[in-house]
């Protein structure tokens, strides 16, 4: 089992940057598959990024590739996403997620943070 907590969240103008950070605890953080995902009103979550275990392979979203970066450091328990190049269609609740494959459908993910706000001003 693992807890998840993300953080880095924030109001930030188009063009700017943020990094968000997803603390896990527990022993066994490497042997999970992490993701991104974010869900903005009035719509369905949606993935993001992803990261193997470790950390060689990553997944992105088509609106997200060539602007946001996905790390994990497994020493530290901590999962990254920096992202660039923010627009007002990033805005929404960025959530960190855990499983042990990695996949793009948020109903097969079964360990969650409680998300972190991302607000792009235009």
């Known amino acids: 089992q693992v807890q998840l907590v993300e953080s880095g969240g924030g109001l930030v103008q188009a063009g700017g940057s943020l990094k968000l950070s997803c603390a896990a605890s527990?022993?066994?953080?490497?042997?999970?598959?992490m993701a991104w995902f974010r869900q903005a009103p009035g719509k369905e979550r949606e993935f993001v990024s992803g990261?193997?275990?470790?950390?060689?392979?990553?997944d992105y979203a088509d609106s997200v590739k060539g602007r946001f970066t996905i790390s994990r450091d497994n020493a530290k328990n901590m999962v990254y996403l920096q992202m660039n190049s923010l627009n007002a269609e990033d805005t929404a609740v960025y959530y960190c997620?855990?499983?042990?494959?990695?996949?793009?459908?948020?109903?097969?993910?079964?360990?969650w943070g409680q998300g972190t706000q991302v607000t792009v001003s235009s």
């Open positions: 990261i193997s275990r470790s950390g060689g392979d990553t």
């Open positions: 997620a855990a499983d042990v494959e990695l996949r793009r459908s948020p109903d097969l993910y079964e360990y």
């Open positions: 527990g022993r066994t953080f490497s042997t999970y598959v």
